[in-house]
């Protein structure tokens, strides 16, 4: 059964699992596919067409499913591997021990922004940005650039007081739930840890930094939560919505899931601490 936890609380060694399992994956070339079709979604998904992974209701039913498939391949290096979480509310500052060696490895250097320390700094030559959108073929990150702060407990605690899912015109303008999590409106949850980070998490090829699956992991954490606090709000919208995956639509890539399929998380994972 995969429980995941949160980062903090990892022991030394199911940390250097994690960390075995990435670099494996990154080895194998199948690391980088989960780049690309993160990409081609940021690209592709607009306030007035298509839209899916972002920006829409299924933002978060999408990264579940991305997520999952992300933690099967994880897995099918080492069985004993689950997706930590990082709560940002409480590890909030670049001196956590996410941000350690021994883990994730720090924030980048003034000049050009590359990391230096931890199994994905350049010299390790194990962590080359092959997916990219400019020359940089390294890991770069500029944690609480320009002075930013993440988002506090009680600005998470607004976002969840919220009663409805998501609300028309179903994108970036739209209130609700889903929208203000996501961060296009309002006090900013999960745009503003992808900025906070910096470096290749404030572009569509973030997942090149591996605490983008740590953050989304959290920003799934917070959907389970909030469907505990309000049990009788449903994903929205139901049905015959242009241009957005309604409930019992299919999504791209896979074509054979739907939102309604990634309501109840816990067939494929729990989380340490109870919603
Ligand atoms: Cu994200």
Same mark, same amino acid.
């Given at each position: 059964m995969t429980v995941r936890k949160n980062q903090a609380a990892l022991t030394a060694d199911e940390k250097r699992r994690f960390i075995n399992a990435l670099l494996e994956l990154k080895r194998s070339g199948r690391y980088d596919t989960f780049v690309t079709t993160h990409n081609a979604f940021i690209m592709s998904d607009t306030d007035n067409g298509d839209r899916v992974g972002h920006r829409s209701p299924s933002f978060l039913p999408w990264h579940r499913r991305f997520l999952i498939e992300f933690e099967q391949a994880l897995q099918s290096v080492d069985a004993t591997v689950a997706l930590p979480y990082w709560d940002w509310t409480a590890d909030r500052t670049s001196r956590s021990s996410l941000w350690a060696p021994d883990f994730l490895? @720090? +924030? @980048?250097?003034? &000049? %050009?922004?590359?990391?230096? %320390?931890?199994?994905?700094? &350049?010299?390790?030559?194990?962590?080359?940005?092959t997916v990219r959108v400019d020359g940089r073929d390294y890991l770069r990150r500029d944690l609480g650039a320009g002075g930013r702060q993440l988002? +506090? &407990?009680?600005e998470v605690d607004s976002v969840l007081a919220m009663e409805t899912y998501d609300t028309a015109p179903w994108n970036s303008s739209s209130d609700g739930f889903r929208n203000h999590l996501e961060g296009w409106r309002g006090v900013n949850l999960h745009n503003r840890?992808?900025?906070w980070v910096g470096g290749q998490m404030g572009t569509g090829v973030s997942p090149n930094d591996p605490v983008f699956w740590m953050h989304h992991a959290f920003i799934d954490k917070l959907w389970a939560d909030w469907q505990a606090r309000h049990p009788r709000s449903p994903y929205l919208p139901a049905a015959g919505t242009a241009n957005v995956v309604d409930l019992r639509d299919t999504m791209r890539p896979w074509n054979d899931v739907t939102p309604a399929d990634m309501l109840d998380h816990t067939p494929h994972y729990t989380f340490d601490t109870a919603a």
């Open positions: 490895g @720090g +924030t @980048g250097r003034a &000049r %050009d922004g590359q990391v230096l %320390d931890g199994a994905f700094a &350049r010299s390790g030559n194990r962590w080359t940005i988002p +506090t &407990r009680a840890v992808h900025v």
